[in-house]
């Protein structure tokens, strides 16, 4: 392990290792020196090469924070090109016929819930978020818990499910009723009261989009957490309706139509992405 | 970016974040020989040399695969020491007395929910399964959900999860009923036709076992998918009752008491992991 003079390749590909484990957690530069047992100009010059590395293959890049709290730390940054790519992949299995189901729904569970491609999806959302101070990712369960989870993962920051009913196992809870957009019914969502501590600053994330109802009752309920709900972020979004009951909201996919009759789904990649 | 060629370091270090990106996922030496612009005989010793890093600062190791469908893979082996090391702090996290919740519950989302955390929980549960070929985690929603996913990530296999109730926007389920060992009440529980093929060898975890009756759901929804359960693995389970409805399970964690008077929490790493 440590403590024994490394060379300068194991010293890049354990600092690599180390820091794109935990993305956007400023690790110290004497944490490395000691690993290393070497100079902090020594880790500094690592730094430097290790960042081209990275940058060059597109894999993120890393950061130097001065002060105090001075150290360095990965930011897994996805790129504008390879964010259309990856989601114009997604758009083509996304759109295929045997993808509906009654009610015009879309089975997307399989792509959403590939541990590679959830963590992808998180940080393309965390990459339209990062110029934001974050301090927790909140989702309302099932479906967006992967991608919810690995967006908290890219940003460094721990996650928050809101349950639809409140559960025994998590203490008191806070509840509201909203109205789900797409069903037009009210339901309930619940949320441990130690779950958030006030003035935290919030990002929404979901897989799925239609009137915005969900997210609204996140927000409401962020309101009785006197937290700040700094963006909203979901993979797919629906253009119908046109007008939701939130603003500022982010999607990666514009769902444009869903034709049951003749079996087209047509999906497409928000172009006005970071 | 890539075809231009690499030093050693640049090699080095970018081949590490590749493989450990995608954990169990065979990548071919051609992809990295291109990437680099390198001979295969070169990428070959950065792959020694890589390995060598890793297992040095044991963070995991890389295999290769010869054969037709060769190539090398990084696998996020967590080791013995490093496991129960990491065990007992989440212990003395879980073990303060103001965790306990009326009905001798723990509160434990802020720990499971954590990315890092659910990150280091998948590789120790992985750990335990690489020896069997599993091809997907299963999961019931929803506390299980991160850990789940993240020893998804560790094994390079896709995640499973089933619903409490059949949503509209999963298609055709199936589902079963299940006695829920805690609660002594029938449950449901139900899952996508089309979420598993047959013959499928999975692999089940949650964060919590008491009897052990949605494991025995799962178990028994499997039956009904005609996929076969190769392990269930847990975070933490109760000493009582001891003798669950399931067999061969591993937990990470035993819950040896919860002394509601005292407001004690007597939990502690399972010694005997790999």
Chains 1, 2 share one sequence.
Request: hydrophobic share 40%; with cysteine; charged share 25%.
């Amino acid at each position: 392990m440590g403590n024994i003079k490394k060379k300068r390749n194991e010293r890049i590909g354990g600092l690599i290792k180390i820091l794109s484990d935990q993305p956007n957690k400023v690790i110290t530069l004497n944490y490395f020196c000691e690993l290393f047992a070497a100079a902090k100009s020594t880790i500094s010059e690592d730094i430097v090469i290790a960042k081209s590395i990275l940058e060059d293959f597109q894999l993120g890049t890393i950061q130097t924070i001065t002060g105090a709290l001075g150290g360095v730390k990965y930011t897994p940054v996805v790129n504008k090109e390879k964010t259309i790519e990856f989601l114009q992949d997604i758009c083509n299995k996304l759109g295929k016929e045997d993808r509906l189901i009654p009610g015009g729904f879309i089975y997307m569970t399989d792509i959403i819930y590939s541990p590679n491609i959830a963590t992808k999806i998180g940080e393309i959302l965390a990459t339209q978020f990062y110029h934001k101070d974050i301090n927790y990712v909140l989702t309302m369960e099932t479906k967006g818990i992967p991608i919810a989870l690995m967006t908290g993962k890219a940003l460094g920051v721990p996650l928050v499910i809101v349950r639809r009913d409140s559960r025994v196992t998590e203490g008191s809870t806070v509840s509201i009723n909203y109205v789900s957009g797409s069903s037009n019914r009210i339901q309930n969502m619940s949320l441990s009261r130690r779950a958030l501590p006030k003035d935290s600053r919030v990002l929404i994330i979901d897989d799925f989009m239609k009137a915005g109802g969900t997210a609204k009752g996140m927000m409401d309920l962020m309101d009785e957490f006197e937290c700040k709900v700094e963006g909203i972020g979901v993979l797919v979004a629906t253009d119908q309706p046109e007008i939701k009951v939130v603003d500022n909201y982010v999607s990666l996919l514009h769902l444009r139509e869903v034709d049951i009759k003749n079996k087209k789904i047509h999906i497409a990649p928000n172009l006005n992405l970071k």
